[in-house]
């Protein structure tokens, strides 16, 4: 059994709370909320820039059918004014006459069904427009929230960095000239144990497990000399008498 004095033993316990301090204080790091909602918002965007993309495409598309449907419409158009000059004009015989009525007949009905295609795909057009200018106005939405909460993160990190950097020195401070062999020890427990390397004995308590030990075992402890590093039989880790 391991020998170290009483008092390094007694002062285990104060770089053990400087440690799970560090610990508590870099899982609280590692999991604020704000990391989060960051997180979800990043995703969110993220998912928003596809959709952009497919939405800027289906304008520009429509854009272009737009155009052709307006060209469409122009040119049958132009060809009925024309039919109407001559119509006007008169001067043609009867079977000529009637031939040009039948056709600006068949490109009258030709326009109106253009115009309506034309209505329809400038309808679609405003249509894409709309959520494509949604989901930017979203995006600028979640651009300046993520900015908010960046700054918010630096701040709350900032915090715990203190916490850290003074739990650290606390540490420093705890384990200085402490008997090397027993920090070792203490160090691999604590690895292997969740964080918990020492811990005090509270009547016949262990509070590092919190079971109590049984009899015999706690007369071997108390029977122990005072330099004597012992541990805890359910645990395994340094109990550390107190008085
Ligand atoms: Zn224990």
Redesign the pocket.
């Known amino acids: 059994m391991p020998t170290a004095p009483a008092a390094d033993q007694l002062r285990l316990l104060d770089v053990q709370d400087a440690d799970l301090r560090i610990q508590q204080a870099e899982h609280r790091r590692a999991t604020l909320p704000v990391l989060a909602q960051l997180e979800a918002l990043a995703a969110e965007d993220a998912e928003l820039e596809v959709e952009a993309i497919a939405r800027g495409t289906e304008a520009s598309d429509l854009r272009r059918e737009v155009t052709k449907a307006e060209d469409d419409v122009q040119a049958v158009r132009s060809r009925k004014e024309r039919d109407e000059g001559r119509l006007a004009a008169g001067g043609s015989n009867a079977k000529d006459l009637q031939a040009l009525q039948g056709e600006l007949e068949v490109l009258t009905r030709r326009l109106s069904d253009l115009e309506d295609i034309e209505l329809e795909v400038m309808e679609r057009l405003e249509n894409a427009e709309r959520v494509e200018d949604a989901v930017k106005a979203r995006r600028a939405e979640i651009a300046t929230r993520r900015g908010e909460l960046e700054q918010e993160l630096a701040v709350e990190e900032q915090a715990i960095d203190e916490q850290v950097a003074d739990a650290k020195a606390e540490r420093v401070r705890a384990a200085e000239g402490i008997d090397a062999a027993l920090v070792s020890l203490y160090e691999r427990l604590r690895d292997q144990h969740g964080g918990v390397g020492a811990?005090a004995l509270q009547g016949s308590q262990?509070?590092?497990?919190?079971?109590s030990l049984n009899p015999a075992d706690l007369r071997a402890i108390e029977a122990a000399a005072p330099d004597q590093v012992v541990r805890?039989?359910?645990?395994?880790?340094i109990?550390v008498r107190k008085d």
């Open positions: 811990a262990c509070l590092g497990c919190h079971m805890c039989e359910e645990c395994g880790r109990l």
